[in-house]
């Protein structure tokens, strides 16, 4: 967990409750970096998840013939992202 606000950092690990030691040999800028990308992750998840389900209902309409491969990777990725597993 990613928690940021009053410009202060706290990384918790829910694993095991322990850091990895990359942790300690991030700088500041890496350690703000990583938890503006999980930020972006978390907020853009659910339009994301949705144009996927959108694009799947198409490759399964129109296209599933043509690449089952790629209508396979599509159906994977919203398992994954919904926390399902492959």
């Known amino acids: 967990m990613v928690l940021c606000g009053d410009g202060e950092l ?3 690990s829910t694993a095991n409750e322990r850091l ?8 500041q800028n890496e350690l703000e970096a990583n938890a503006a990308l999980i930020v972006r992750a978390v ?9 996927l ?3 799947n209902a198409y490759w399964d309409q129109y296209n599933e013939s043509d690449n089952p491969d790629l ?3 599509i ?5 994954l992202a919904k926390g ?3």
Do not use: P
Not at 20 to 27: C, K, L, R, V, W
Not at 45 to 51: D, G, S, T
Not at 75 to 79: E, K, N, V
């Open 43 to 51: 907020n853009s998840h659910a339009a994301l998840v949705a144009a």
């Open 75 to 79: 159906r994977t990725a919203l398992a």
């Open 10 to 12: 706290v990384i918790c």
């Open 20 to 27: 990895d030691a990359s942790y300690y040999s991030q700088s």
């Open 84 to 86: 399902g597993t492959t």
């Open 53 to 55: 389900e959108s694009v």
């Open 71 to 73: 209508g396979k990777e």
